[in-house]
């Protein structure tokens, strides 16, 4: 959601090597602009695993920008490409999809894209560069930084942590506020069984970021995640997923006010996963999930309101189902109503 606009982005095609599609709405999502596809190459996209969908960020004067993990029509089946696109001068449609990737290799888990209000835009991923250590431990979080626009990127520099490794089937998010700040959300691999959620921040436009854990999760074993970055009243909002359960916190005022401030939604969590997060006028919070989704299998939706305090308020609705290889999407209304897409 930007202004008074909703972007969406969606998949079609083979999971293997399909679509993305760009559509947007001026009225809420009652109905919506044809879809216009992003991707240069056919069948340059995946969706295996859900977590390596495209992603969307809405940068300076509206201008959209989307990352997404290349397919096998897009390069080597072993050097997977991390690709962005941009919207064009004119609005009409997007340029020549481009591989940020120069110097790292093993994409695996999805990507992410940023922008801000000052032009900048980030496209990050995991993966390793030349030399890393053997198997997860090895991996680094890159991120590839533009200064105007999206129209030129510099090579990708590391920035998390040195030893944390990073889960190699799993997402990462990062997100920039309206002051510039670039937050990131990603799963560690130290050790190969410490899977736990860490926060990166960057105040000088993504010279610099700090690392901190955020969510400790000790389990031999990919659990294949998603994270959510929002902003709503000044306020940065992250969702993760740990030990099946799926939780969310507010990040901008530092790692040690986050872990205070976590909430998790009540009940029966039979493998929640996915979350996707939106705030209301009123400060009310919505986390939706997909609950039993799995490899080649689909689910059903859940979601929770949680008030200004963090508690939770009301339980909404009927779940539905979830498409294989999907996963929700969020917005709030102007009357305060949200709306959920799967």
Same mark, same amino acid.
């Given at each position: 959601?930007?202004?008074? /606009?909703?972007?969406?982005?969606?998949?079609?095609?083979?999971?293997?090597?399909?679509?993305?599609?760009?559509?947007?709405?001026?009225?809420?999502?009652?109905?919506?602009?044809? $879809?216009v596809r992003v991707n240069s190459q056919p069948g340059s996209a995946i969706a295996i695993g859900a977590i390596r969908g495209a992603q969307l960020a809405v940068g300076r004067n509206g201008r959209v920008h989307v990352a997404w993990n290349g397919s096998d029509v897009a390069g080597d089946p072993q050097h997977a490409p991390m690709l962005y696109t941009r919207l064009n001068d004119r609005g009409t449609g997007f340029e020549p999809q481009r591989n940020v990737m120069r110097e790292t290799f093993g994409l695996d888990g999805g990507g992410s894209v940023a922008a801000d209000r000052a032009g900048n835009?980030?496209?990050?991923?995991?993966?390793?560069?030349?030399?890393?250590?053997?198997?997860?431990? $090895? /991996? /680094?979080?890159?991120?590839?930084?533009?200064?105007?626009?999206?129209?030129?990127?510099?090579?990708?520099?590391t920035v998390s942590a040195e030893g944390t490794g990073a889960c190699g089937c799993c997402a990462l998010r990062v997100f920039a506020d309206s002051r510039g700040v670039v937050y990131g959300l990603y799963r560690s691999a130290t050790e190969n069984v410490?899977?736990?959620?860490?926060?990166?921040?960057?105040?000088?436009?993504? /010279?610099?970021?700090?690392?901190?854990?955020?969510?400790?999760?000790?389990?031999?074993?990919?659990?294949?995640?998603?994270m959510e970055l929002i902003e709503a009243d000044g306020e940065v909002l992250g969702a993760w997923e740990t030990q099946e359960q799926v939780y969310f916190a507010p990040v901008s005022k530092g790692v040690r006010a986050a872990k205070a401030a976590i909430c998790a939604p009540p009940g029966d969590h039979p493998k929640r996963k996915y979350p996707a997060l939106a705030r209301n006028t009123r400060g009310e919070t919505l986390l939706a999930w997909v609950e039993g989704a799995g490899w080649q299998r689909g689910g059903k939706s859940g979601w929770q309101i949680f008030d200004r305090a963090g508690r939770p308020a009301a339980s909404c609705g009927t779940p539905t189902g979830v498409p294989v290889w999907s996963f929700p999407a969020a917005f709030a209304r102007p009357d305060g109503r949200f709306t959920i897409i799967v």
């Open positions: 959601m930007a202004g008074r /606009r909703l972007h969406l982005v969606y998949f079609a095609g083979d999971p293997r090597h399909g679509d993305i599609y760009y559509c947007h709405s001026a009225d809420f999502g009652g109905t919506f602009s044809p $879809g835009v980030y496209v990050a991923w995991h993966g390793k560069a030349p030399g890393p250590e053997e198997g997860e431990a $090895g /991996r /680094r979080v890159f991120i590839a930084k533009s200064t105007d626009d999206g129209r030129t990127f510099a090579k990708e520099h410490h899977r736990d959620i860490h926060l990166l921040r960057s105040a000088d436009a993504g /010279r610099t970021f700090s690392d901190a854990l955020l969510h400790a999760w000790k389990i031999d074993a990919c659990p294949m995640s998603s």
